[in-house]
């Protein structure tokens, strides 16, 4: 049992929301990396236009399942095919509660037969680790937490870049002497510099091609350097925490859904065994949007756009809920394209307002009132304005369709969830999810 655990939290609070709402939270960002290198509006244009070096070494959590059940361990509490996986590919893991509500996803690869790496935000880590244990599964874990939170300091067992871009292709070849083994998007292949071996992962952002390499830290400023190098002639641009955290908007992948594990009766002593200061104990909900409910706060799979992944041939937690809720899909993830000008007078007060970032979940609403929740909000320059990852009522999902985003901060408890609160409302248009056409329609074709 952890001490003090989230459900000390949520005792002491009074509720889940009192733990967790934060009036004007700040954003997160990646740790270590610089904010910004060249300027965000410059890194956001380089993965677009050219080619940009990002380093993903430092922000995620890393955990290694091995041992004869870790197959089946890891299809028994995720919606995912494990048919067919093979060595070297990676999937996007989703696990749900028996609710059929979304704990977190996660990036799960396959090493061996019997061994996974499973990296992101910790919550599906946490999850799969607690069942692993409850339920008596023959598997070993191995953490490797990220280095805003590994004990004693230290670098990390594994160094992550990404290169990505309409030239990554163009540097990763001058880099390589040649072209890389043909690869499936998200499946992995071995590769070497000047005996340095590492893994290059087939990936992409926001609709760009591109690989994310992985291997041992004591590679990792070798690498990092050759890339440099290679990267000179293409005007390669390396990427800050800033502009890091944005493609996500445009890519579609809402990063901080909240874990559906706060309200259910029989998740006490998984609430028990995770720590107060752990991801679920301290990400922070605010915005306008407010309830004193936190399942309100709560997504499934089909509202995160991942309902292609679930598979129904096999039997895992939350299988009878996800059936249940397929056909009552109550919401759609869009993206909202704010309207440029109100973004200078509302949020610029006139003037550009320079990088916009925020998770907050503000109130989306028509004439009706409420139709929906925004999840992720940012500035993306190519674009020319704010983009936001939004889950809206299905009936308001058709792109085209004009709502107003409610921008500011509800204080939260003590207040009326609907108290008009004289807050300003940004004109915004909706399209579709992902917003980059090659992102929705192309890149993973042949995955």
């Known amino acids: 049992m952890a001490i003090p655990s989230l459900q000390d939290g949520i005792d002491k609070a009074g509720s889940p929301i009192k733990l967790l709402w934060k009036p004007g939270a700040a954003p997160w960002t990646p740790e270590v990396v610089e904010r910004e290198y060249a300027g965000w509006r410059q890194e956001q244009a380089a993965w677009h236009e050219g080619v940009a070096l990002l380093n993903l070494s430092h922000h995620m959590f890393d955990m290694w399942i091995e041992g004869p059940d870790a197959t089946r361990l890891l299809a028994d509490h995720g919606v995912n095919n494990f048919e067919n996986f093979a060595l ?22 396959r090493e061996a037969e019997n061994k996974y790496l499973l990296s992101g935000i910790p919550a599906a880590q946490h999850w799969v680790q607690y069942h692993a244990e409850k339920g008596g599964y023959d598997v070993a874990f191995a953490t490797d937490a990220s280095s805003a939170f590994r004990q004693g300091g230290g670098d990390p067992k594994l160094f992550r870049y990404q290169i990505q871009g309409p030239l990554a292709k163009d540097v990763v070849e001058r880099a390589f002497g040649g072209p890389l ?9 071995p590769v070497a510099l000047d005996g340095r071996h590492f893994r290059a992962l087939r990936h992409g952002m926001a609709g760009q091609a591109g690989f994310e390499f992985i291997g041992p830290w004591e590679h990792a400023a070798y690498v990092h350097e050759a890339f440099l190098k290679a990267g000179e002639p293409f005007g390669l641009v390396q990427v800050g925490a800033l502009a890091y955290t944005t493609p996500s908007v445009e890519s579609g992948w809402i990063p901080s859904p909240v874990p559906g594990i706060y309200s259910d009766p029989d998740l006490r002593e998984y609430r028990e065994q995770l720590a107060l200061f752990g991801i679920e104990g301290q990400r922070p909900l605010n915005g306008s949007y407010f309830s004193e409910d936190i399942e309100d706060y709560y997504a499934s799979p089909y509202e995160l756009g991942y309902g292609k992944m679930i598979s129904f041939r096999h039997d895992f937690l939350g299988r009878d809920a996800l059936v249940k809720a397929k056909e009552a899909v109550r919401r759609t993830k869009v993206t909202l394209v704010f309207d440029a000008d109100d973004v200078r007078e509302l949020i610029g007060r006139g003037q550009d307002p320079g ?24 500035s993306i320059d190519p674009v020319g304005t704010v983009l936001s990852l939004t889950l809206i009522d299905t009936a308001y999902a ?36 992902p917003f980059n056409q090659h992102a929705r329609t192309l890149y993973r074709r042949n995955a």
Request: glycine content about 10%; proline content about 9%.
């Open 88 to 109: 070297g590919q990676a999937k996007q893991y989703v696990p749900v509660t028996k609710d059929g509500n979304i704990v977190t996803d996660g990036i799960l690869a």
């Open 181 to 189: 083994p043909e690869t499936k998007f998200f499946h992995s292949a």
């Open 355 to 378: 990088f916009v970032l925020t998770y907050a979940r503000h109130r989306v609403e028509n004439v009706t009132g409420l139709v929906g929740m925004t999840m992720q909000t940012a």
């Open 398 to 433: 058709e792109p085209g369709t004009e709502v107003w985003v409610v921008w500011g901060e509800h204080p939260g408890p003590g207040t009326a969830p609907e108290a008009d609160l004289g807050l300003p409302r940004i004109r915004a248009t909706v399209r579709p999810a």
